[in-house]
């Protein structure tokens, strides 16, 4: 059984910084795509990274860009989230998924379209 597990989350100050992890179990993801994704409170959830392991092409939301950055370590099916000037518009509960399409269209900013999720880990960022 698949199952990702997200870790990392806190409480940190407007301009910290947090790294989150996302280990997954069950099966192998080297060469699937992984994202996160994030949904605050009374509002839809959102894509925030995604990496396509083979070759390691990465994807950020434009809100993100330059401060998030999301890498993989194959040897131990995880990947990462490096936030960094966090804000408090940052704050929610952030998710990690990850898909079994390999297709070099698959859409890497379209949760619907993932075939697993983690529980979640709150961030949240105080101002």
């Known amino acids: 059984q698949v199952q990702l597990v997200e870790s990392g989350g806190g409480l940190v100050q407007a301009g910290g910084s947090l790294r989150l992890s996302c280990a997954a179990s069950?099966?192998?993801?080297?060469?699937?795509?992984m994202g996160w994704f994030r949904q605050a409170p009374g509002k839809e959830r959102e894509f925030v990274a995604a990496?396509?392991?083979?070759?390691?092409?990465?994807y950020y939301a434009d809100s993100v860009k330059g401060r998030f950055t999301i890498s993989r370590d194959n040897a131990k099916n995880t990947v990462y989230l490096q936030m960094d000037s966090l804000k408090a518009e940052d704050t929610a509960a952030y998710y990690c998924?990850?898909?079994?399409?390999?297709?070099?269209?698959?859409?890497?900013?379209?949760?619907?379209?993932?075939?697993?999720w983690g529980q979640g880990t709150q961030v949240t960022v105080s101002s």
């Open positions: 998924a990850a898909s079994l399409n390999l297709g070099p269209s698959f859409p890497v900013r379209t949760g619907r379209r993932y075939d697993y």
């Open positions: 990496i396509r392991w083979s070759g390691g092409s990465t």
């Open positions: 069950g099966r192998t993801f080297t060469n699937y795509p």
